[in-house]
């Protein structure tokens, strides 16, 4: 005897696609808004790690130069009140002047580096170099240890050396070699020795002990002077948008690029924010859809379930008929994006290695979030098809 | 399933003064006896038939099954009542197999043959894979028919079953569905528009 079976009145290949569709609109709703949150979590450990390294930021600021400073109408020195002022500042842990050479001064490489150039030196407390300091430190009769930019070095090697035909050196080789430092000034010349002491990330400048600038500008310059060309400020991190603010206020220039982790994290934040509103819109959207989808296909065939129902087929069975079918299709496409959700997760934890993914949180989160919005739809559309049917019969 | 009675039953739209032999009587109905309800287009026959298959509640008095006040109407539709609409209700756009199936399948009363034999007997078995709507009113009937004779049943209850059918094809109708009262014993109603004599009639009234 052959058997027709409901399921190809019950499950047209139009409502197969559609709800199809739809589980896997919000199943993939669901695997944004878990990476997301997933994603977030990895960036904000990475972050608070890299927080818990270094509590501060320093930048370099300067007064602004304009035309009043090219007729020498006014200066763009800082003065101690206007230091007090920024120490003052509740980001500001400290801030220090940046002693400036008042003598002319080149180096020259020597021998074994064939270079010599005209260059200017500087001066900051020990405590705002980025390097161990403990041997920074110089005495007359003595090399003049010097700390150079990172980025100098660079320079030289892939810049100035091919230029000029010189050959490129290695910093490992740098450090060991003694080089010349060349001072004119009141009518005096010295030759010093000086040893590159080591590479500055933080300081694009050339640095050399306090107490070496101290000595040399008051043999070779004027002297010790109470202004300044540029500050160093060491300020919480924490505080960054405030300090920035307050030097805008103030006219003052400064490295904009070196963005703070602070402000890094509120910029993270709210993308994060963005793309979890856009996959909970998602999520809402799809369920509806569900919904309304199964309401729609429900009245379509309203004249074949009332058929049914004259014919003796209990509302019961009806109601699984309709049902099981959209509950099949909602397990298989949802299994098939929880197997997705695994896959994608455990690639993005490869490719961001140092975000140090939590893949038991995201599981745990993941199958919780999945099944709690998978069994609202299903509900949902359970009692959609449960009361529309008993309408019809 | 012995007996169905009708105590007292109104529809709602009828007025108290409306004379009938059914309406606001007490009828029984008797497995193995039949019964030839006779009234003009408009009396309620359609009414009748709805509120004795429970798909109309718009009434009062009781209908009783066996003394039963409320049965399972899904057993009633499956094993013990089975109806011919006048407006027949087949499913318009599925097969002529799919609709016989659609029911028998509910019990597997029918075996296949037993039902091509049926449908051969009435003369629309070459029809069989067509879709419902392509076949003519009186081809319908015959349908509809052999649909509702392929469930057991202790009633069959059929509302101007014969309207579409020429004579010969009606004694084959009522052949058949005499053939399968008796084999499940059961009682038949026959509601028409006038009296017929294509079955023994037990008892005649006008509704």
Known sequence: ?393 | MQNIVLQYIKPNYLSDIYKSDIYGKELLLEKGKYIHIEAPSGTGKTTLLHIIYGINNLYSGKVLWDNNLAPDYNIIRQFHLSVVFQDLRLIQDVTVQDNIVLKNQLTNHKTIDEIMQMLQFLGVDMHWDKITHQLSRGEQQRVAIVRALCMPFSFLILDEVMSHLDEQNRLKVADLIHQECAKNGAGLVMLNLYKDNYFNYHTFYHL
């Open chain 1, 1 to 393: 005897m052959p058997i027709v079976s409901l399921k190809k009145h019950t499950l047209t290949f139009k409502l197969k696609i559609t709800i199809a569709l739809t589980f896997l609109a919000w199943s993939l709703g669901l695997l944004i808004a878990c990476l997301v949150v997933n994603l977030y979590s990895g960036l904000w450990n990475f972050l608070q790690v890299n927080q818990e390294k270094s509590n501060y930021d320093y930048n370099i600021i300067h007064k602004e130069v304009g035309l009043m400073n090219t007729f020498g109408l006014s200066n763009s020195n800082f003065k101690q009140n206007e230091m007090d002022l920024i120490q003052q500042h509740p980001a500001v842990v400290s801030v220090a002047p940046i002693v400036s050479n008042q003598f002319k001064v080149g180096i020259d490489g020597g021998n074994m580096i064939h270079f010599y150039t005209e260059l200017f030196l500087q001066s900051v407390p020990n405590e705002f170099i980025d390097l161990d300091t403990r041997d920074f430190n110089w005495r007359e009769g003595y090399a003049v240890p010097i700390i150079v930019s990172n980025s100098f070095i660079d320079l030289y090697n892939h810049g100035f050396s091919v230029s000029q035909g010189l050959p490129q050196i290695p910093k490992s080789i740098i450090t060991q070699k003694q080089l010349q430092l060349i001072i004119t000034g009141n009518g005096k010349r010295l030759t010093i020795p000086c040893k590159i002491y080591g590479f500055s990330d933080r300081l694009s400048t050339v640095i050399v002990p306090e107490e070496f600038l101290l000595w040399a500008n008051q043999l070779y310059g004027k002297g010790k002077e109470d202004k300044y060309e540029s500050l160093i400020i060491q300020s919480d991190i924490a505080q960054g948008v405030e300090l920035e603010k307050f030097l805008n206020q103030n006219g003052y220039s400064y490295n904009k690029e070196m963005i703070n982790l602070d402000q890094t994290k509120q910029i993270i934040q709210s993308v994060m924010i963005f793309l979890l509103t856009i996959s909970t819109i998602l999520i809402v959207l799809a369920v509806g859809l569900s919904y309304f989808v199964s309401k729609t296909f429900l009245y379509e065939k309203s004249s074949f379930i009332q058929h049914l129902f004259w014919l003796g087929y209990s509302p019961r069975f009806l109601i699984q008929s309709f049902f099981k079918p959209i509950l099949w299709i909602a397990i298989v496409n949802s299994l098939a994006v929880l197997i997705a959700a695994f896959v994608i997760n455990y690639f993005i934890s490869q490719i961001f290695v140092q975000f140090n993914f939590d893949i038991p949180y995201f599981t745990i989160a993941f199958l919780i979030t999945w099944l709690l919005v998978s069994y609202i739809s299903i509900h949902i559309i359970y009692l959609k098809i449960k009361n529309t049917i008993l309408k019809i019969v």
